[in-house]
């Protein structure tokens, strides 16, 4: 029988999958690797303003994440080289918020676990957390679905079809934002990029069509997380650097499969 | 009977992108059946016009559409990622879904029957660009749009292109408007020639265009080939600026363009007049023989190598 926080663990981390797979997918596909790295490393900010106010975490990384996504936006539309301001602005919120969490050290805060996610520890509450929080990703991307392929594809095509690529984008920052906020308690600040874009990519080698890939890369990340949690079990290793292990050693081998194929 | 109402029209549009006025005072009008070309060099503005008149970017003046209008649009090429990956038949299902009847019937179409299942990233140009027209035709265009279609082209392939296109016309009855750069295969195709640089030059049947100095200065065309028929009249009074300075007025190619084709606008008459010394000082600048311009086109063309399939 397994103990029940492993069962709490699982479920947090298949709920995170669901939405993780496709929206991975988007990121891979528009090359926004490194804004959801940065967003997500911004997010350790939000986790102390969070605890510096009272406020619930989630609610801390959503904002700060969305905050990051509309400056990088206005940034670059000034003129700005966007991984000149993605940079500044992720590796300047994460020193501001490592700094800013000493501050409200006596509220007994593990650093470690939003920098790396503590997935063993999460609760029912959280467990609910993330189901709602992937299940309204999953549903916005279900129904903007052809438009937001379509401006993936060329926004020019898109804007003649009456669809606005702006708009789209907007969609999938608000997207990632949420993702963001609930997954950090799950897998960290520093792991949630590698969540989205390695099972993506895994998929990517495997797949014909964007609906395959983003199912596939949806499975993937279960597996991972289901064979990550395992090996945290097994060998006492921490849960959410072993997801992404193992994760990563499935992209090697999806690799190596279609070099031969 | 043809319905004389433009589908698209466009009066005194501008487009300044930055601090560059990219377009001026253009008026436009498209009407149904009829195909229309828009020439001119790199950074004339055509694509900018396209996308104007489309209401992709915003722009100055006027843009009137006819109720209802159904457009197809076919880029210059696809910003295609290798992470995406993308069949045929995917693709013509984006944004709006279509039966697979349907696909099949409008892949046969464009001569690409039972392609539904290929990879985008594993299409040669010309593949591509029957893909990009398969979609497009889908949603029953009254306008067709296509920007610059056979830029990856070999000859023969553009060629092509162009038939499938007359072809399409022929049985739609669609308006076709496409922007090229490239002189010889267009002039063929349209039934109306527009000139761009950044306001209209002149335009007119392909014939009365070719003729037209502000067209050969546009594009620095000798006094051999084809285009020899119509020059002996323009030659003597409009090689020497001294005959601006002379006579301060021009009725040439603009006088034949409204005459050939009753165009109503004349407002980008009058901007031909104000840039027309320039138009002269550029001519005589990148006047090249023919010949050799083609020779050296169709070297471009094939040693690029556009047409080999990108291996996926």
């Given at each position: ?6 069962i709490?663990a699982g479920?947090?981390?298949?709920g ?10 988007f990121?891979l ?7 959801g790295?940065?967003t ?9 303003l969070?605890?510096a106010?009272?406020?619930?975490v989630?609610?801390?990384?959503l904002t ?7 400056t ?9 080289a ?15 918020g490592l ?5 409200v ?13 503590d ?9 609910a ?11 916005l ?5 052809q438009?937001?392929?379509?401006a993936?594809?060329?926004?020019d095509?898109a804007r003649?079809s009456?669809?606005?690529p702006?708009?789209e984008?907007?969609?999938?920052t608000?997207?990632?934002?949420v993702?963001?906020?609930v997954?950090?308690?799950l ?5 949630i ?5 390695i099972p993506?990519a ?8 964007p ?6 890369a949806?499975g993937v990340?279960?597996?991972s997380?289901?064979?990550?949690l395992?090996?945290s ?5 921490p849960?959410g ?10 992209f ?10 | ?8 029209q ?10 560059t006025?990219?377009l ?21 503005g ?13 722009a100055?003046g006027?843009?009137?559409?006819a ?7 076919v880029?210059q ?11 045929v ?20 179409r464009?001569?690409m ?41 070999d000859?023969?392939g553009?060629?092509?292109f162009?038939?499938l ?10 308006a076709v408007?496409?922007v090229?750069?490239?002189l010889?295969v267009v002039?063929?195709?349209?039934d109306?020639?527009?000139c ?5 030059c ?7 265009v ?16 084809a ?7 323009h ?6 600026v ?6 301060g007025?021009?009725d040439h190619?603009?006088?034949?363009a409204?005459?050939?084709?009753g165009h109503?606008?004349h407002g980008?008459?009058?901007h ?8 002269h ?5 990148v ?6 311009r083609d020779g050296?086109?169709l070297?471009?063309k ?10 996926s």
């Amino acid at each position: 029988m397994l103990p029940e926080f492993l069962i709490r663990a699982g479920l947090a981390g298949l709920g995170l999958t669901l939405a993780t797979g496709p929206l991975g997918a988007f990121v891979l596909w528009r090359r926004m690797a490194y804004f959801g790295d940065a967003t997500a490393h911004a997010s350790i900010l939000g986790v102390a303003l969070a605890l510096a106010t009272g406020l619930p975490v989630g609610l801390g990384t959503l904002t700060v994440a969305l905050s990051v996504a509309v400056t990088v936006a206005t940034l670059s539309a000034r003129g700005w080289a966007v991984d000149t301001t993605l940079g500044v602005l992720a590796h300047g919120a994460l020193a501001v918020g490592l700094v800013a969490i000493s501050f409200v050290k006596g509220v007994n805060v593990s650093l470690e676990s939003y920098l790396f996610g503590d997935i063993l520890a999460v609760t029912w509450t959280e467990v609910a957390l993330v189901w709602g929080g992937s299940a309204s990703v999953l549903a916005l991307l279900l129904w903007r679905w052809q438009g937001m392929l379509t401006a993936t594809l060329d926004p020019d095509l898109a804007r003649a079809s009456g669809i606005d690529p702006d708009r789209e984008r907007l969609w999938l920052t608000l997207a990632l934002a949420v993702v963001i906020a609930v997954a950090i308690k799950l897998v960290g600040a520093l792991l949630i990029a590698a969540l989205l874009l390695i099972p993506a990519a895994t998929a990517r080698a495997l797949s014909r069509g964007p609906e395959q890939m983003a199912a596939l890369a949806s499975g993937v990340g279960a597996l991972s997380v289901i064979a990550g949690l395992a090996l945290s079990l097994n060998q006492d290793t921490p849960a959410g650097p072993s997801i992404a292990a193992l994760a990563a050693g499935l992209f090697a081998l999806a690799a190596s499969l279609r070099r031969q194929g | 009977m043809l319905d004389r109402t433009p589908l698209l029209q466009a009066h005194d549009l501008r487009v300044t992108l930055g601090a560059t006025e990219v377009l001026t005072g253009v008026d436009f009008a498209i009407r149904q059946g009829e195909i229309v070309t828009v020439l001119g060099p790199n950074g004339s503005g055509k694509s900018t016009l396209m996308r104007a008149l489309l209401g992709m970017i915003p722009a100055g003046g006027q843009v009137v559409r006819a109720p209802g209008l159904r457009v197809g649009y076919v880029p210059q090429k696809l910003a295609l990622d290798r992470s995406l990956p993308m069949t045929v038949r995917r693709f013509l299902s984006l944004p709006v879904r279509v039966k697979d009847a349907e696909a099949a019937q409008v892949l046969e179409r464009v001569g690409m029957a039972g392609m539904g299942p290929r990879l985008l990233s594993g299409l040669s140009g010309g593949q591509l660009q029957r893909v990009m027209l398969a979609r497009a035709l889908l949603g029953r265009p009254q306008l067709l749009v296509l920007d610059e279609p056979t830029s990856g082209l070999d000859q023969p392939g553009e060629a092509a292109f162009y038939r499938l296109i007359a072809e399409v016309r022929a049985e739609t009855g669609a308006a076709v408007l496409m922007v090229s750069h490239d002189l010889h295969v267009v002039m063929a195709a349209s039934d109306r020639v527009v000139c761009l640089n950044h306001h209209i030059c002149c335009e007119g049947t392909p014939r009365v265009v070719s003729a037209a100095p502000e067209y050969r200065a546009l594009f620095g065309l000798g006094t051999q080939g084809a285009l020899a028929l119509y020059q002996h009249r323009h030659d003597h009074s409009h090689d020497g600026v001294h005959d601006h300075g002379a006579h301060g007025h021009h009725d040439h190619g603009h006088g034949h363009a409204v005459e050939v084709t009753g165009h109503s606008g004349h407002g980008h008459h009058d901007h031909g007049h104000d840039h027309h010394g320039h138009d002269h000082e550029r001519r005589h600048r990148v006047e090249v023989p023919r010949q050799a311009r083609d020779g050296g086109e169709l070297g471009v063309k094939f040693a690029s190598g556009k047409e080999t399939p990108d291996a996926s």
